[in-house]
């Protein structure tokens, strides 16, 4: 067996300090005084903690999704679901078995010693420990979606998603809508920041005010919505840009007693089969995990084995519109308007 080097304990106890503060002496977590944090990281230095592990590679892919800090079952989603899916059997044709992580953050020491030849991370946040600890270690890393600490040296895959966010709110002023509202992400990743970015200045660019709501996982009921549904100026579409979000439209829409298409619009982002048959079938937009996931992997792959490995930024994958009934009127309450010049 080939010798993997130091251990977080190795440390610890080098350092006569606990795992958990050689773990946010190392991550700059926790709360530890200066002279501790120096100390451990001197130790972790002297005993070559950190360094890439020696030996033959493992054949082995790790992926994770690192978006938040608590526990939650990303494969639930059906984005995460089907590019993990997609992901595993890209690494298979390359030979490569899957090691797919948890995303509870109490295990990071474990991304310390963790045993791959390369990580793909999705969703990565500012300050993301888990980058961070991989970097030090010089494993190879491919992000799905930007990382939210870009370096010169990254790569990752993403979809243009200035230019999504455009092309559905173009497809719904062309639908007859005026007053678009969106529900977008409570995160700090790229994707909400982007859509959200965008679609303020595509309502500056038009003269129309910006309606923003945050999408919240548990509202099942679409309470969020209600301030957007009421009054004389209501939202006369919608763009949800995560995944649960048409369904929580669809129930909000109901306790108003809106009709979709007819009084509200909506398309939701999302690679969920089952909008094709909610009463109405809602538009989705499609982010294509599985191209996204396939075209991650081969960088990756590349980036540990080959002589010549890719240059580093990102690979573009494109996302598509899916339109059903739920944004298309059969008739318009109201007639169409002049929108401003762009």
């Given amino acids: 067996m080939p010798d993997s080097g130091p251990t977080l304990a190795d440390v610890a106890r080098a350092a006569e300090v606990s795992t958990a503060t050689v773990s946010h002496a190392l991550n700059g977590t926790g709360r530890l005084a200066d002279a501790t944090r120096r100390r451990v990281r001197a130790t972790a230095t002297a005993l070559g903690y950190g360094a890439p592990l020696r030996g033959p ?14 526990p939650w ?5 059906a984005y995460f679901s089907r590019a993990v899916t997609a992901a595993t059997a890209a690494a298979h044709a390359h030979g490569y078995a899957v090691t797919t992580l948890p995303a509870h953050r109490v295990a990071d020491a474990a991304w310390h010693t963790l045993a791959v030849d390369g990580m793909l991370i999705a969703d990565s946040p500012p300050g993301d420990p888990m980058a961070r600890a991989l970097r030090a270690r010089g494993i190879p890393l ?7 600490d870009v370096r010169a040296g990254d790569h990752w895959v993403d979809n243009d998603h200035t230019a999504t966010t455009r092309q559905v709110l173009d497809h719904l002023t062309a639908a007859g809508a005026r007053r678009i509202a969106l529900q977008s992400g409570s995160g700090t990743e790229t994707y909400a920041r982007v859509v959200t970015e965008t679609y303020e200045e595509w309502c500056a660019a038009h003269g129309v005010p910006a ?14 919505f209600d301030a957007l549904l009421t009054g004389p100026d209501r939202a006369d579409a919608v763009y949800a840009a995560y995944d649960p979000g048409g369904r929580q439209l669809l129930a909000a829409a109901r306790r108003h007693g809106l009709r979709i298409p007819e009084d509200l619009l909506l398309v939701c982002a999302s690679e969920d089969p089952g ?3 909610t009463a109405p079938p809602v538009t989705t937009v499609s982010l294509n995990p ?23 930024g990102p690979t573009a994958v ?20 002049a929108l401003p010049p762009r």
């Fill in 275 to 277: 909008y094709a048959e």
């Fill in 211 to 224: 309606r923003a709501v945050r999408f919240d996982a548990a509202d099942t009921e679409g309470r969020t």
């Fill in 57 to 70: 590679r493992t054949r082995t892919l790790g992926i994770a999704v690192t978006t938040f800090p608590g």
């Fill in 290 to 312: 599985e191209l996204m996931a396939r075209a991650a992997v081969d960088r990756l792959v590349a980036l540990i084995e080959s002589a010549d490995p890719p240059a580093p």
């Fill in 142 to 148: 491919v992000f799905d979606g930007v990382p939210g």
């Fill in 318 to 337: 494109p996302a598509a519109l899916h339109v059903r009934t739920s944004s298309g009127r059969t008739s318009r309450p109201h007639a169409p308007q």
């Fill in 73 to 77: 079952n990303y494969t639930e989603i």
